[in-house]
């Protein structure tokens, strides 16, 4: 499975960003799709999941300004980020979690760069 990480870029205190996920396998399939984001000088975070039955579980401080969603017929998943913070400063991964024969895999995408300023 590969990913790629997409919508990144620099953007204003309070102002949206969508980033996309996008799959080169049948999104469907996938047990669970994570974004994940990395600050500088800071150890990897998760931020939002959504499972291939559609159950969302978010980073509790980001629950409410950030919204993962899936588009099947795309294999893309999607994280709508409003209202952004200079902390929100980071590299974001998605990941993609799959279970076959009994193994569980794990994927990772490039990353996408998000600068906010103040």
């Known amino acids: 499975v590969q990913l790629q990480a997409s919508g990144g870029g620099l953007v204003q205190a309070g102002e949206s960003l969508t980033l996309s996920c996008i799959a080169s396998?049948?999104?469907?399939?996938?047990?669970?799709v994570t974004w994940y984001r990395q600050a500088p000088e800071k150890r990897r975070e998760f931020v939002a999941a959504?499972?291939?039955?559609?159950?969302?579980n978010y980073e509790d401080s980001l629950r409410g300004r950030f919204a993962i969603s899936r588009d099947n017929a795309k294999n893309t998943v999607y994280l709508q980020m409003n209202n952004l913070k200079p902390e929100d400063t980071a590299v974001y991964y998605c990941?993609?979690?799959?279970?076959?024969?009994?193994?569980?895999?794990?994927?990772w995408g490039q990353g996408t760069l998000v600068t906010v300023s103040s």
């Open positions: 990941n993609a979690h799959l279970v076959l024969r009994g193994q569980a895999n794990e994927y």
């Open positions: 396998t049948d999104i469907s399939s996938i047990n669970a």
């Open positions: 959504i499972t291939s039955g559609g159950y969302t």
